[in-house]
């Protein structure tokens, strides 16, 4: 059981959090309406919360290298439930802004650094071990929005806020009961390691279309998240209640499909389970605009299945050719170009619909997934010629 105690703190902390992630996200648009009035100032929530996780990742990653990660996740954790308290307390639009940078501050070392602890910690099972941590993040964002009408006949308007800090303070708890920090002998003694070191392992031909891959990551989860509901709503006319039921999918299907494909990457192919989370992807994007009714859902839950099977593999694969002591500075440096494609991938989506349609912006982005999958294959092919060799 001790063997497993970080696994089980991580996933149990990052499903506590994200319980709370998931009910602030779905309240925060509407509190910001009324505060303003301006449909606008909606967009700030996810660009103030993405710059700073987007920033911080590379620094608190070379931090984590030098000083051990479980502070840093504990100190994570703090300043998330120091964001849910800010938007207890808000009277303005202002003050949530500021606590949507301190919640993006938070979940930065949430998202990168516990990865790569689960993958010093479980070497031989790293896949599964990411896989489920992930899958608890999303069962947690997928859960969140259902209990926003039960607290808000319980508690005021703003209880919801309260109930995420204490819970990200329940989560740091956890983590500092639970979790046991990565070997002091594999941390950097000397000096912090510079941006040329971080280059050596991502400079390998093999991991470029790792790297492209990434940044399509984000830009496909964004895409999800933002221009998917869209065109749901404009091109097929779906309510409220079907888009609802999309989210439940899309969390679903990355929740599964991240612990099958990690378990799958440790027995099989990290590099196989990569072309095939690709391949399902494009695809499913690609017939998604053509489809009607029920098979609207079934190309969506494809294209979710595919991106699910890609996600935490990639990290995971990313990790093994990396050194043990640069695996806090690397897994930052995943998510800042994770964090970019979050960043642009919707904006330029959004361009592209509103210059050529939905339908064709779709299937852009499914050619792109079917290239960088192609570049895998042949990044494959190259290495095992040149073992042979």
Not at 133 to 151: D, E, K, M, N, S
Not at 298 to 307: D, F, P
Request: charged share 10%.
């Amino acid at each position: 059981m001790r063997e497993y105690r970080s696994m089980i703190g991580l996933s149990a902390a990052a499903l506590l959090m994200m319980l709370g992630v998931g009910l602030i996200v779905s309240l925060l648009p509407g509190r910001i309406l009324a505060l303003t009035g301006s449909p606008a100032q909606v967009g700030l929530l996810a660009s103030s919360y993405a710059v700073a996780c987007l920033l911080l990742q590379v620094p608190f990653g070379r931090m984590a290298d030098r000083l051990g990660m479980k502070p840093l996740l504990v100190g994570g954790y703090l300043v998330c439930a120091l964001a849910g308290w800010i938007y207890y307390f808000a009277a303005s639009a202002l003050p949530i802004f500021g606590g949507r940078v301190l919640q993006g501050a938070g979940e930065a070392p949430l998202l990168a650094l516990a990865p790569a602890l689960l993958s010093l910690k479980h070497p031989r099972l790293r896949g599964l071990a990411i896989g489920l941590y992930y899958a608890a993040i999303h069962v947690g964002l997928a859960g969140g929005p259902l209990l926003a009408r039960p607290l808000a006949r319980v508690w005021s308007a703003e209880g919801p806020y309260l109930f995420y800090a204490l819970l990200s303070m329940a989560g740091g708890l956890i983590v500092w009961i639970l979790v046991e920090d990565q070997d002091p002998a594999v941390r950097l003694e000397k000096k912090s390691p510079t941006f040329r070191d971080l280059l050596i392992p991502l400079s390998q031909r093999g991991l470029r279309p790792i790297l492209s891959g990434i940044a399509l990551h984000g830009a496909g989860y964004g895409v999800f998240l933002t221009t998917v509901p869209a065109a749901l709503i404009t091109e097929k006319g779906y309510g409220q209640t079907a888009i609802s039921w999309f989210f439940v999918l899309f969390y679903g299907m990355m929740s599964v499909t991240q612990v099958v494909g990690g378990s799958w990457s440790d027995h099989w192919s990290r590099r196989g389970v990569l072309v095939t989370g690709f391949a399902a992807w494009a695809a499913g994007l690609f017939l998604f605009p053509s489809g009607s009714d029920i098979w609207v859902y079934v190309w969506l839950g494809l294209a979710s299945v595919g991106l699910g099977l890609s996600f935490s593999t990639s990290l995971t694969f990313l990790g093994e050719r990396t050194p043990e002591e640069l695996r806090g500075s690397v897994s930052g440096t995943y998510y800042m170009l994770w964090g970019l494609g979050l960043f642009l991938g919707p904006i330029l989506m959004g361009k592209l619909a509103a210059g050529w349609g939905f339908p064709l912006a779709f299937r852009l982005m499914a050619g792109l997934l079917a290239v960088n999958a192609l570049g895998l294959v042949l990044a494959g092919r190259r290495e095992a010629l040149e073992q042979e060799a």
